[in-house]
């Protein structure tokens, strides 16, 4: 079980968090500008609570981070949404989420995500392990998605 990590300031603390409320879901999505979900509230609760593990960063008890994951526990695992406060970038939130998730699922061997093609995002997760798809290796593997219903990301 993952237990609760610390980071550099005190006051900060990383673990695993079920039941979060919407209302705090809205507005930690919003702070990145990710509409997509904040739109319809109904559906990033219930996508959150159906998560396979969620993990929250929390500044005197104000969410400030959150990630979350679908997994099997045996084969796979996706890491969907990773998201910091723009107040609280750069201080190591979002590199403790991750590892907090990688921590839980440590024995699986697949872990994939999807992200915006930003060089920042790309140098974030490369830091964590993560390749590209296209620089894993000469015709090893292929990635495929398809987005219904509405808006891609």
């Given at each position: 079980?993952?237990?609760?990590?610390?980071?550099?300031?005190?006051?900060?603390?990383?673990?695993?968090?079920?039941?979060?409320?919407?209302?705090?879901?809205?507005?930690?999505?919003?702070?990145?500008?990710?509409?997509?979900?904040?739109?319809?509230?109904?559906?990033?609760?219930?996508?959150?609570?159906?998560?396979?593990?969620?993990?929250?960063?929390?500044?005197?008890?104000?969410?400030?981070?959150l990630a979350r994951?679908?997994?099997?526990?045996?084969?796979?695992?996706?890491?969907?949404?990773v998201l910091v406060?723009?107040?609280?970038?750069?201080?190591?939130?979002?590199?403790?989420?991750?590892?907090a998730v990688l921590?839980?699922?440590?024995?699986?061997?697949?872990?994939?995500?999807?992200?915006?093609?930003?060089?920042?995002?790309?140098?974030?997760?490369?830091?964590?392990?993560?390749?590209?798809?296209?620089?894993?290796?000469?015709?090893?593997?292929?990635?495929?998605?398809?987005?219904?219903?509405?808006?891609?990301?």
């Amino acid at each position: 079980m993952c237990q609760d990590r610390r980071v550099d300031q005190a006051e900060l603390v990383i673990g695993p968090e079920s039941g979060i409320p919407v209302a705090e879901l809205l507005a930690l999505y919003e702070s990145v500008g990710w509409s997509a979900y904040t739109s319809s509230p109904e559906l990033l609760e219930a996508a959150v609570a159906g998560a396979s593990f969620v993990v929250t960063a929390r500044r005197g008890g104000r969410l400030v981070g959150l990630a979350r994951a679908l997994s099997d526990g045996a084969t796979i695992c996706y890491l969907q949404d990773v998201l910091v406060h723009p107040a609280e970038h750069r201080r190591g939130i979002g590199r403790a989420l991750v590892g907090a998730v990688l921590d839980r699922y440590r024995t699986v061997r697949q872990k994939v995500l999807l992200t915006d093609d930003e060089p920042g995002q790309r140098a974030f997760y490369e830091s964590l392990g993560y390749a590209e798809i296209r620089d894993y290796g000469s015709g090893t593997l292929r990635c495929f998605i398809r987005f219904d219903g509405g808006a891609e990301a």
